[in-house]
């Protein structure tokens, strides 16, 4: 029966790490989407969230069951409440990547990205998509001074999205209202999926030494250069 349970155990930590792979390639697939206004891949990655959801619906039905059937105490309680909140991070990030593609499908067939910011959003795709990998790495390897990295890595995403809202308030900015609005849109998913990402690598980190990650290391403030002003004409002008 011992046995048993420790391999629900590790199908449940299996399963955090298959939906940590999905949601970090439908952020790519997705960015790929919005930048290239292409709506057979929107309409991929909409649908694939799915799947993403019914992971966690059943990963969250078997730690219940868990629960219910083995009182766990200790360290096996730790890794079951954790995970069933990595669980719920992993989801909500699926959600933004099916904003993100949802976007692009509204706006098709034009784009819902000028070209003079497509180097800043493929940039925060892309860190997303890096961000969700090393939580999946995170998860597997239960490396703490990994997961305690991705705080500060995330420190990246917050600086493009400054650079972002810098062009959004330019004086020279000329894309219009509605554009405007579908720019911070975006920019408010990519740091919220990096959000989670970083969320899912603290619960490693709880997981494994049970204290909070901002207790073991300290609450120091990076310095983060100002994001630079947009030129006329915009970057790719």
């Not at 790490?17 to 991929?44: P, Q, Y």
């Not at 892309?126 to 990994?146: G, N, P, S």
């Amino acid at each position: 029966m011992r046995d048993a349970y420790h391999e629900e155990l590790d199908s449940i930590g299996d399963s955090l790490v298959e939906m940590a792979r999905l949601v970090g390639s439908a952020i790519g697939r997705a960015t790929t989407a919005i930048l290239d206004a292409d709506l057979k891949l929107a309409e991929n990655v909409i649908e694939a969230d799915q799947k993403i959801d019914e992971l966690h619906h059943d990963l969250e039905a078997r730690a219940i069951a868990l629960l219910a059937r083995q009182q766990p105490v200790a360290t096996d309680l730790r890794i079951v409440v954790t995970s069933l909140r990595m669980s719920a991070d992993l989801e909500r990030s699926g959600d933004l990547a099916q904003h993100v593609a949802k976007l692009a499908r509204l706006r098709f067939p034009g784009t819902a990205v000028p070209r003079d910011l497509h180097a800043t959003i493929l940039e925060m795709g892309q860190l997303a998509q890096r961000l969700m990998a090393k939580a999946a790495e995170c998860i597997i390897t239960k490396d703490v001074d990994l997961a305690l990295q991705l705080e500060q890595d995330d420190d990246e995403m917050d600086l493009l999205h400054r650079t972002l809202f810098q062009h959004l308030i330019d004086d020279r900015w000329k894309h219009g209202i509605e554009t405007a609005v579908d720019v911070t849109l975006l920019g408010r998913y990519y740091e919220r999926f990096a959000d989670h990402a970083v969320a899912v690598a603290k619960r490693v980190v709880f997981l494994v030494t049970g204290e909070h990650a901002d207790e073991l290391q300290p609450d120091i403030q990076p310095e983060i250069a100002p994001a630079p002003t947009a030129t006329a004409g915009g970057e790719g002008a």
